[in-house]
């Protein structure tokens, strides 16, 4: 799936993970976290072999499709995962209050709208504090004042020294990261900083540029010689 | 597996599931009003024949809770493993062992009141003849159920979807069913079927139910009976856990 990959995730900053669907997004964030399959290679997370379990409390993990329980409430999701992580119980309010999910608290997770939903879920990844925050398409079908203020929060937790990897396939947040990284076909083809990503193909957004480095990269490939 | 049980998180799991079954009304209603109607249409339909409902009573008592408790703990977990909860789980430091202690724990509670109104409606209202300690009954009919709930977590390990667990039901169970001596004593069987119910925890059940009513003080056969359910149970859950993969592809 994902061959001769090889990146470091610079720690206190949000990277952007980014790329079409299908790209291998999703299965990079699974081997990060353990719980995907990996036929070769080393992935080190904070230092450790990824997935072992001093890691599990440490990093936080949410999936593309929200995965919080539908018949409990938010408060209750959060009650048992941090029972689970044995995160202190003033965490719950504390996420419920970063995600802006106050006025739902009580609120059953099946009757969340569901961007609500994704919201809870990001949530549950926050008990605790971990250092590190894998986010598989957080804002995913928010509106963009709900996605400003979830960036914020981002920002916010990176400047107090947590690391964010932050999966998107929407271009135009990408120049909201300190750090990119463009993948597609499972293969990394840009790992930079947004403004140098830019200024190194002359492009005016992301979305020309990362169209810029795949062309490139196939010129090159046809060039070799056989 | 690697850790022994964390109190802790296997206490979080059971009042997790307990607190998802509570606010299923339903479900919770047809848990406890299901064995009470069908034991009570059995005990009419042998109106007055109270020789036969003895002989049908007990059995009745061991399957209706490893039934039951077999379906709603496959459709529970196959819910987990399709909704990104377990793989959610299975990033924390919970371990596999915690989630199947407490699903079995929470699940074991349920059982222990099914089984209770169950027991106490056929000896106490239908009067079934029982010769020992009612609880002994009681017991029995909880060990089925987690013997039912361990099988089930282990088949939801082979079902896709929610309909391939259902059918597992009729695959796991009618055999069980049809040769735990219920319709044929199991001494009487062909050589080969009575080999095959020798191996089959169901026939255990049903034979403990069987001695429980008959006997006035516990006997050996109990023992052994009720050790091989409880170990069918254990062993289920081992192999269950084993399923629970925490990489996939």
Request: charged share 20%; hydrophobic share 50%.
């Amino acid at each position: 799936m994902l061959p001769d990959l090889s990146f470091a995730v610079p720690r206190g900053q949000v990277t952007g993970l980014l790329g079409p669907s299908g790209g291998g997004k999703s299965t990079l964030m699974r081997a990060l976290v353990g719980v995907q399959q990996v036929a070769s290679g080393r992935v080190e997370v904070l230092g450790l072999p990824a997935g072992v379990p001093a890691l599990r409390s440490r990093v936080g993990y949410v999936t593309q499709a929200p995965s919080v329980y539908g018949d409990l409430t938010v408060t209750e999701n959060l009650r048992f995962f941090s029972r689970l992580l044995r995160a202190p119980s003033s965490d719950i309010d504390a996420v419920v209050e970063q995600v802006d999910l106050g006025d739902n608290a009580d609120d059953l997770v099946d009757r969340l709208s569901g961007g609500q939903r994704s919201r809870a879920s990001l949530a549950v990844a926050l008990l605790g504090q971990p250092e590190l925050l894998v986010l598989d398409e957080p804002t995913v079908g928010l509106d963009p004042v709900l996605r400003r203020d979830l960036w914020a929060l981002f920002h916010r937790l990176a400047d107090e020294g947590t690391t964010l990897l932050v999966s998107s396939h929407v271009m135009d947040e990408a120049m909201r990261c300190d750090r990119l990284l463009l993948l597609r076909n499972g293969e990394l083809v840009a790992d930079d900083s947004p403004q140098a990503l830019l200024d190194r193909t002359d492009a005016a957004d992301v979305e020309t540029a990362f169209l810029t480095v795949v062309e490139a990269r196939s010129e090159q490939r046809t060039q070799v010689p056989a | 597996m690697r850790s022994p049980i964390s109190p802790a998180a296997t206490l979080a799991v059971c009042s997790r599931v307990l607190t998802q079954l509570r606010r299923d009304h339903r479900t919770l209603a047809m848990l406890l009003v299901i064995p009470v109607v069908l034991l009570t249409l059995l005990w009419w339909m042998y109106d007055g024949d109270d020789q036969t409902f003895a002989r049908l009573g007990p059995p009745l008592l061991a399957l209706f809770p490893f039934v039951v408790m077999f379906l709603v703990t496959s459709v529970t977990t196959l819910r987990e493993r399709s909704s990104g909860t377990l793989e959610r789980l299975l990033t924390t430091p919970m371990g596999k062992a915690d989630l199947l202690a407490g699903y079995g724990l929470a699940f074991g509670a349920v059982a222990v009141v099914q089984a209770t109104v169950a027991v106490g409606l056929t000896v106490g209202v239908l009067g079934l003849d029982v010769r020992g300690p009612v609880w002994v009954l009681a017991l029995v009919a909880v060990l089925d159920a987690i013997l039912g709930t361990a099988l089930g977590l282990l088949v939801s390990a082979f079902a896709a979807t929610e309909f391939q667990a259902v059918q597992f039901m009729p695959a796991f169970v009618i055999p069980q069913l049809l040769l735990c001596g219920l319709f044929v004593p199991r001494d009487r069987l062909p050589e080969v079927l009575s080999a095959i119910s020798d191996v089959l925890p169901l026939s255990y059940a049903v034979e403990a139910m069987r001695e429980a009513q008959t006997s006035t003080s516990w006997t050996s056969g109990l023992t052994v009976d009720m050790t091989v359910v409880a170990g069918s149970g254990l062993l289920a859950l081992a192999l269950a856990a084993s399923t629970l993969r925490r990489r996939t592809a």
